[in-house]
């Protein structure tokens, strides 16, 4: 099994930054995805962005591009998300995924919440 631990959400005031942390424990391959999800208000869950272990292959989804950059810290099994220019519309729940195995199986952490006053 896998937990994930999240940190780094808060209330921000438009065109302001966060950063979100997720900490991975367990047992974890050498070969994973990590990602963030979001979930706003009255819509389904989105993949905001993704990175691969070792090289660190990134998609984002095009909302975010040029103002959200996912990292991660494989000595640390932590994955990041900064955030930057945030807007209104980037209030939601903020969920980290990780993902691995074949077949695969999906861990999820348990959300932190991310609110953007205008």
């Known amino acids: 099994q896998v937990q994930l631990v999240e940190s780094g959400g808060g209330l921000v005031q438009a065109g302001g930054s966060l950063r979100l942390s997720c900490a991975a424990s367990g047992s974890i391959f050498s070969f994973n995805v990590m990602a963030w999800y979001r979930r706003a208000p009255g819509k389904q869950r989105e993949l905001v962005a993704s990175i691969t272990s070792g090289v660190g292959i990134t998609n984002y989804a095009d909302s975010v591009k040029a103002r959200f950059t996912i990292s991660r810290d494989n000595t640390k099994n932590t994955v990041f998300l900064q955030m930057n220019s945030l807007k209104p519309e980037d209030t939601a729940v903020y969920y980290c995924?990780?993902?691995?195995?074949?077949?695969?199986?999906?861990?999820w952490g348990q959300g932190t919440q991310v609110t953007v006053s205008s």
């Open positions: 995924n990780l993902r691995q195995g074949v077949p695969v199986n999906a861990y």
